[in-house]
């Protein structure tokens, strides 16, 4: 089992950058895929990005491509996701999460593990 805590949201103004991290416990971690993923208020949850268990494979969703960046540390058991050039339709609750099966998944219901979310507010 995989626990995931995020941390590094907060208030931007548009044009800006931020840097998300999720930290995951336990000795497997760089076994586990991982994604990112978006909430906006009265929206479904979307892909934002993933990342494979090695870090070689990475996939984006069209709105951020070229924007964020997805990168991992296994010595550190963490994921980040590095977002520049923020805008306010970023804004959202951002989740990480995990799975062994699915390299690069951008679907929910192929991910086992997720955090509790962190909030990430742009302003114009």
């Known amino acids: 089992q995989v626990q995931l805590v995020e941390s590094g949201g907060g208030l931007v103004q548009a044009g800006g950058s931020l840097r998300l991290s999720c930290a995951a416990s336990?000795?497997?971690?760089?076994?586990?895929?991982m994604g990112w993923f978006r909430q906006a208020p009265g929206k479904e949850r979307e892909f934002v990005a993933a990342?494979?268990?090695?870090?070689?494979?990475?996939r984006y969703a069209d709105s951020v491509q070229g924007r964020f960046t997805i990168s991992r540390d296994n010595a550190k058991n963490t994921v980040y996701l590095q977002m520049n050039n923020l805008k306010p339709e970023d804004t959202a609750v951002y989740y990480c999460?995990?799975?062994?099966?699915?390299?690069?998944?951008?679907?929910?219901?192929?991910?086992?593990?997720w955090g509790q979310g962190t909030q990430v507010t742009v302003s114009s």
């Open positions: 999460a995990a799975n062994r099966e699915w390299a690069v998944a951008s679907t929910q219901q192929a991910y086992d593990y």
């Open positions: 336990g000795r497997t971690f760089s076994t586990y895929s």
């Open positions: 990342i494979s268990s090695s870090g070689l494979r990475t």
